[in-house]
């Protein structure tokens, strides 16, 4: 038997149906009530933690085909939803409907020089489209930090997590429609054909922002289509620089769980730099911490010499992601070569650097210009809930608009409000 | 005799080694002292002041080449270059100088749940392409914002004021040499090439923002063959609503002022609206003070009858970027049908409402989300020295990254310096 969503989802609808259909619901939702979109969220959360039968059944079809298809098991293990991740979802939303309303917000209000009293206002954007080949929990972020900033969303997930992506657009729906906002709101395309994707990412006029997250292969296809705005959530090439003054034990600590503590996060590490003169302190006992962690070690020639279990790296394994329990390890002459290093194989996401050094501290964070930059800590801090705010639709490598940790605030715009008291010009 | 900047001018080179080289600068410009910038800002101001005799001169073969190729009156006199827009130029440059330097503002400053020390802090954006179609006086506005906000600049201009940009360039070349700062921090693409423009337009990687400021047929052009992010910044179709509690006297002045004290502005008001209810005592009023101005009104029928001087507006005169002494004119039922028509046929710009209405201002200021949204003022009041904000490089129409005035601020963008104590994630 189909499903709700199989039946009269929006992937039965032109695409260009879905986009003027969610215009024309955006200005309505413009002007919802913080406490009616919260209504909204917390309603879903409710339905998710009372079982979601048709999310979990949904599941288990698409697990099924997949398995069929023949999807590699980390593949699988991604797409499956546990009681945990059910149970994420929902704290998930419940914690939008706790953040800050952004909507109406008063930035910056001041008196002009001719008297005018001026406001900046935060406001939605309006419509934006996310294609993205994540895990399902994305589809639920994305609903609700678009919805919460008063934005209508159109959403294009992995063709994989088809059944259960439509399963929570038509729970969310419910959601919608229960507190009287338009089901229009939120729209999954369940289309994979590209023509169509193509046609929605020309739809200039009618979607404000597209963000595509994920893969090169997807981003190069949003960027060769797109004639709409788009921020890129590219992939987080993340790299650590152990500058020669680094605590080497928690050095150590730092990398090594950088890489195992969620080794497919775009902010876990890809590759180690170590600087010469403690190289052959320090690359045998990072080498053995990571071999006994789990993690295969892809090393220049320099590693290969001090720590024999590393394999050697390929042309590409430096600036690659590998979304795996492999990191790319080489040993660098000093910080600048660390800092041409990753202007030449970075992807502006995020980067460490691991030293007593000041000097050196004040060098690499004025020179690498990622979205985030730390000192002494791991590349995993760079994320919404870590740096402290709330959840994210992701990490921007674009540097307009939003570059980095990009939460509620990053999906509205700001305009000016002036009120006069007839002043002519 | 061919000047300087025709000899060795950047449109000698393959428009890939200009990006290459821009890059290249950029890494630099981004750690340059305020001192430095604001050097090389007056010392152009100064160069300027000083007579400019190779700009004056450029400017005259640019002037009598235009009249040559039968250049409209209106577009010789936005072409020449008098004292007073040397004088402006200078006093910009001066502006500029004495704005704060964006780059390393501290946005926010706190410490993460997990102890992190987190600021958000502006660094430039890197390479910045502008294309444009306006006045001389841009080229040097543009190099001033860009530069100061640590960004590299690649300018492609009007074809009509080719030498006289030129010799701008040129200028500001020597000011920067002076300093010891790279030459390629600002070049000048003297091709009209729309093979190499567009070839300049795929450089992603290279080109960090494109700002295309004209026309539809620029917008166009741009938007179908940049793979670049792209900030536009598009016509004002700048709309007045007279609503039936105005005070007709002032209505009138802030109407026909809005016109006339600028006619080609971006911010010059092009259809004014007025309630039916107090069309009969207004719009003969506003017709005939029109008339005295210059301006020549397009009306609607309703006006037509009221009005008999107006002439008859055509299909496409509504939602017209008239940049002239021409507005249209409409008579609508309510605030809700002027609310509907801004939605349908303006640009994003600029509206203004003149009421006495509490309720009216609130309606119109909610439901009509432009970048400018002005009560009881004219619409001449969205640019930057007006709104308080100094210089601007123009007008977003575009709802990302800057929407409206685009200052200083606007060319720079926001990455995370996070120093930690060892934490591991």
């Not at 309603?43 to 590699?72: K, S």
């Not at 507190?179 to 193509?198: K, N, Q």
């Not at 892809?298 to 590693?303: E, L, P, W, Y």
Request: hydrophobic fraction near 45%.
């Amino acid at each position: 038997m189909k499903t709700l969503a199989e039946e009269i989802g929006p992937s039965n609808r032109p695409v260009e149906e879905v986009a003027r259909r969610a215009r024309t619901t955006s200005a309505a939702l413009a002007m919802l009530s913080t406490e009616c979109k919260n209504a909204v969220l917390l309603d879903l959360a409710r339905q998710i933690d009372a079982g979601a039968e048709t999310v979990r059944a949904a599941n288990e079809r698409d697990l099924a085909a997949a398995r069929e298809a023949g999807l590699a098991d980390a593949k699988l293990r991604r797409l499956a939803l546990t009681d945990a991740g059910l149970k994420q979802m929902s704290d998930g939303l419940r914690q939008v409907a706790a953040l800050p309303d952004p909507v109406g917000q008063v930035t910056r209000e001041y008196v002009s020089p001719a008297g005018l009293a001026v406001r900046r206002v935060r406001c939605p954007l309006g419509v934006i489209l996310m294609i993205y080949e994540a895990r399902p929990n994305v589809t639920v972020d994305a609903i609700a930090l678009c919805f919460k900033a008063g934005n209508a969303c159109i959403l294009k997930g992995g063709r994989e997590a088809r059944r259960t992506n439509e399963a929570l657009a038509a729970l969310a729906g419910d959601a919608l429609a229960a507190a009287g906002v338009s089901r229009d709101a939120v729209a999954l395309l369940s289309t994979s054909d590209r023509e169509e994707i193509r046609r929605m990412l020309g739809l200039r006029g009618w979607i404000d922002l597209a963000i595509p997250r994920g893969g090169r292969e997807l981003i190069e296809f949003v960027h060769e289509h797109a004639r709409i705005p788009t921020v890129q959530h590219f992939q987080g090439v993340c790299h650590i620089f152990v500058d020669e003054s680094a605590d080497l034990a928690r050095a150590l600590d730092v990398c090594a769980t950088a890489k195992t503590s969620a080794p497919a996060a775009c902010n876990a590490v890809e590759t180690i730099l170590v600087h010469e003169r403690i190289a052959a302190a320090f690359v045998p006992r990072l080498a053995e911490r990571l071999a006994r962690d789990g993690v295969e070690v892809r090393g220049d020639a320099a590693v290969c010499r001090l720590a024999p279990s590393a394999r050697p790296a390929a042309a590409g394994d430096f600036g690659r992601e590998f979304l795996d329990l492999v990191v790319a390890l080489a040993v660098v002459r000093d910080v600048d070569a660390a800092i041409e290093h990753i202007a030449r194989f970075g992807s502006n996401h995020t980067e460490a650097i691991l030293t007593e050094s000041s000097d050196h501290q004040r060098r690499f964070v004025e020179r690498v210009t990622s979205s985030c930059v730390l000192v002494n800590a791991s590349t995993r801090f760079n994320d919404g809930y870590q740096l402290g705010l709330g959840a994210e639709i992701g990490i921007s490598t674009s540097k307009i608009h939003a570059y980095g940790v990009m939460g509620l605030e990053e999906l509205t715009t700001q305009r000016y409000v002036v009120r006069g008291d007839w002043q002519t010009r």
